[in-house]
Nanobody, 121 residues
Framework: QVQLVESGGGLVQPGGSLRLSCAASGSIFSVNRMGWYRQAPGEQRALVATITTGDNTNYADSVKGRFTVSRDSAKNTVFLQMNSLKPEDTAVYYC???????????????WGQGTQVTVSS
């Protein structure tokens, strides 16, 4: 089994910062891309940022220049540093990892349980 455990969400004022962490554990052979999606009430889950094993990153336009995704590949952990937060960043943030459990297994996406980020004064 594979588990992704997120931490770091909470309530912050506009203009503030938060740092999310997500660690993948369990039966893991290799991890490819990791990243973050978010889902606001009444909306579909949407990409926030992703990072590959080669540290290539991809960001949603709405967070470019404010959010930074990084990873510790040795610990199968991905981070999201969120600065200059806005009320429209309020959402449940989900971590994901594209990985395989054995050398012959298919690459599969796994998801965390989600962590709430609320930006409000």
């Amino acid at each position: 089994q594979v588990q992704l455990v997120e931490s770091g969400g909470g309530l912050v004022q506009p203009g503030g910062s938060l740092r999310l962490s997500c660690a993948a554990s369990g039966s893991i052979f290799s991890v490819n891309r990791m990243g973050w999606y978010r889902q606001a009430p009444g909306e579909q889950r949407a990409l926030v940022a992703t990072i590959t094993t080669g540290d290539n990153t991809n960001y949603a336009d709405s967070v470019k220049g404010r959010f930074t995704v990084s990873r510790d590949s040795a610990k199968n952990t991905v981070f999201l540093q969120m600065n200059s937060l806005k009320p429209e960043d309020t959402a449940v943030y989900y971590c994901y990892a594209n990985l395989r459990q054995t050398v012959s297994a298919l690459w599969t996406n796994y998801w965390g349980q989600g962590t709430q980020v609320t930006v409000s004064s």
